[in-house]
């Protein structure tokens, strides 16, 4: 009978000691939190101090959000509103809003038009590559390359700008905004026009051979047509017979300061000549007057010395 009630009684106990312990390890570990939080009290006030900043930041940037925000929320819902140009507010002083298919219309026109851009992104590289591409060439002496992308230029021109000046003439901002690109591009061949210009000129003042004097007034005389071919172009807007007198009157223009250039510059390499020889000639004569002095001292050193051996024998 007490083995009974010794085995219904020790559960019991068990949970009775358990609770207890629970218990206790609760009240430690409040008293041990209730010690953090005192010690950490600076730590929790600064961090609900920075909360507080942090939410009364985000509600004045929500707040600057919805106020830039609203007028373009405003706008695109009365231009996807089929009515908005009849209900629109004249006193906000807010201009006219397009109708949602104009709107759209526009969009998809803008979209189409990046597309091709986008397709044609390699050859909008290998464009704006052109002017590097002649600098290097003229910096290389590659004139034949150098006068094929200033010829190209010109039909860059041709085909962009003239042609589509005429085409499009519905507004000055169309017209402003047209071949901006091309337009850069082509202005930047004509500075490295003028580097090349001045480099086969430079060359004509240098020792050269005639091959290669040939090959550079040849050279200046198709960056002449060159520069011809767009003048020829600008003066369309004359008469047909005041064409050919205004292009031959360019061209003889032309062919005269090619002639004064080429004589100044050989006239420069003549000088250098001139001077290099004076200078040798200089140093020849300089050479044989000190061979004329040595000479000179060499012999009265040896009358002296036979004068001396003359008087040795006498004696």
């Known amino acids: ?108 026109e803008k979209h189409r038009l990046r597309r091709r851009t986008l397709m044609q992104h390699s050859s909008l590289l290998e464009l704006l590559e052109l002017p590097s591409l002649m600098d290097a060439c003229v910096r290389s002496s590659l004139y034949e390359d150098a006068l094929s992308i200033a010829a190209f230029a010109n039909t860059l021109e041709r085909r962009h700008l003239m042609d589509g000046g005429t085409k499009q003439q519905d507004g000055e901002q169309q017209e402003q905004k047209q ?43 198709r960056l002449n047509g060159v520069e011809l071919e767009r003048r020829g172009r600008g003066g369309k807007s004359t008469a047909n017979s005041s064409d050919a007198d205004y292009l031959e009157s360019i061209h003889a223009a032309m062919e005269l300061r090619l002639e004064i250039d080429f004589l100044e510059a050989r006239d420069v390499w003549l000088e250098g000549g001139v001077s290099k020889v004076g200078s040798a000639q200089a140093a020849v004569a300089a050479a044989s007057s000190t061979s004329h002095g040595l000479e000179k001292s060499t012999s009265v050193q040896a009358e002296q010395i036979l004068d001396g051996i003359e008087r040795y024998r006498t004696r």
């Open 1 to 108: 009978m007490t083995d009974a009630v010794t085995l219904t009684s020790t559960p019991s106990g068990y949970d009775a000691d358990e609770r207890f312990a629970a218990r206790q390890a609760e009240t430690l570990a409040e008293e041990k939190w209730r010690t953090l939080c005192t010690q950490h009290a600076s730590t929790f006030v600064a961090a609900e101090r920075r909360t507080s900043d942090i939410k009364s930041a985000l509600r004045e940037l929500l707040s600057k959000i919805v106020d830039e925000t609203k007028p373009s929320v405003k706008r695109v819902g009365r231009a996807l509103d089929p009515g908005a140009n009849d209900e629109y507010d004249e006193e906000e002083g807010e201009e006219k809003i397009q109708p949602a298919t104009e709107l759209l219309a526009d969009l998809a």
């Open 179 to 221: 071949g901006v690109v091309v337009c850069g591009v082509i202005s930047e061949i004509r500075r490295r026009e003028g580097d090349l210009r001045r480099q086969l000129i430079h060359r004509l003042r240098g020792d050269v051979t005639m091959p290669q004097c040939l090959e550079v007034v040849t050279a200046l005389r």
